[in-house]
């Protein structure tokens, strides 16, 4: 018999660290991602994904020259 454990890990604290788990749970086997969302939590990978995205793209882009808009 397996006992499902309902344990969550923190998150890394490093945008290096996140970065990394990110990469690990978009390049992993479905087995490993089933993994890393029992581990961190499906949620929380996900809004993680949408951050690192929007803080690239606040570092990355540069807002419109005649409206200003990001």
């Known amino acids: 018999q397996k006992i499902k454990e309902d344990i969550q ?5 490093s ?3 996140k970065q ?7 390049a992993s086997s479905t087995k490993r991602r089933g ?4 581990r961190y939590g ?3 990978l996900l ?5 690192l ?4 793209k606040s570092t990355n882009t ?3 020259p005649h409206c200003f808009c990001p």
């Open 62 to 64: 540069r807002p419109c």
């Open 42 to 44: 499906r949620r929380l």
């Open 15 to 17: 945008l290096e660290g």
């Open 9 to 13: 890990l923190d998150m890394p604290r």
């Open 53 to 56: 995205c929007e803080e690239w």
């Open 35 to 38: 993994l890393l969302e029992s």
């Open 47 to 51: 809004s993680m994904e949408t951050n």
């Open 20 to 26: 990394a788990l990110l990469d690990d749970y978009i």
